[in-house]
């Protein structure tokens, strides 16, 4: 079955850069969409960014443009986010996704992974 | 950008109670709206699309409806398991926003 595998996620000073990789499994990575999510403390959630299946697409959530950058090995099935200019309002669990669609630039988020905890603080 | 307005933020209810929630859009979007429910310490899960189509293995408690701004998740009786929270998602246009989320709390 699909299994996503998130890490990368700790402590970080603010301003400081961090990347987090999702590893994937149970399907053929190459032909989807991938995004990341994240989740504040006790908040809601935030759709942050999506990958196309070749990976020629990106788009970024208002909060996270400029400083974030997705990518993706289709070759060892991993998604990355490199964040960088890291803000205490970056705190949050990061869950990358499987999109719904084969071969799309993105529709929305499917499978979940279980998330990687990423807190950012002096 | 696309707002979702999700009403309530949190409810109480009781087992066997009728359960509705409210996405509203600040534009229309179609019926590009997904449900997902999300439990303590666990990734959502995906229980509709399409604004009203039940995800496979979902109980058929659970029933959307709407389109254009304006949608809805209903649970006709309220089940134990059901205890979570409820958010909404549009994906008709870049970025996808979530609506902000309903708790369901047990009363």
């Known amino acids: 079955q699909v299994q996503l595998v998130e890490s990368g996620g700790g402590v970080v000073q603010p301003g400081k850069s961090l990347t987090l990789s999702c590893t994937a499994s149970g399907f053929t990575f190459s032909n989807y969409a991938m995004h990341w999510v994240r989740q504040a403390p006790g908040k809601g959630l935030e759709w942050v960014s999506v990958?196309?299946?070749?990976?020629?697409?990106?788009k970024y959530g208002d909060s996270v443009l400029g400083r974030f950058t997705v990518s993706r090995d289709n070759a060892n099935n991993t998604l990355y986010l490199y964040m960088d200019s890291l803000r205490s309002e970056d705190t949050a669990v990061y869950y990358c996704?499987?999109?719904?669609?084969?071969?799309?630039?993105?529709?929305?988020?499917?499978?979940w992974g279980q998330g990687t905890l990423v807190t950012v603080t002096s | 950008d696309i707002q979702m307005t999700q009403t309530p933020s949190s409810l109480s209810a009781s087992v066997g109670d009728r359960v509705t929630i409210t996405c509203r859009a600040s534009?229309?979007?179609?019926?590009?709206l997904v449900w997902y429910q999300q439990k303590p310490g666990q990734a959502p899960e995906r229980l509709i699309s399409a604004a009203s189509t039940l995800q496979s293995g979902v109980p058929s408690r659970f029933s959307g409806s709407g389109s254009g701004a304006e949608f809805t998740l209903t649970i006709s009786s309220l089940q134990p398991e059901d205890f979570a929270t409820y958010f909404c998602l549009q994906h008709n246009s870049f970025p996808l926003t979530f609506g902000g989320g309903t708790k369901v709390e047990i009363k």
């Open positions: 990958l196309s299946y070749h990976g020629r697409n990106r």
């Open positions: 534009q229309g979007i179609r019926n590009d």
């Open positions: 996704a499987r999109d719904f669609l084969l071969f799309a630039s993105g529709s929305y988020p499917d499978h």
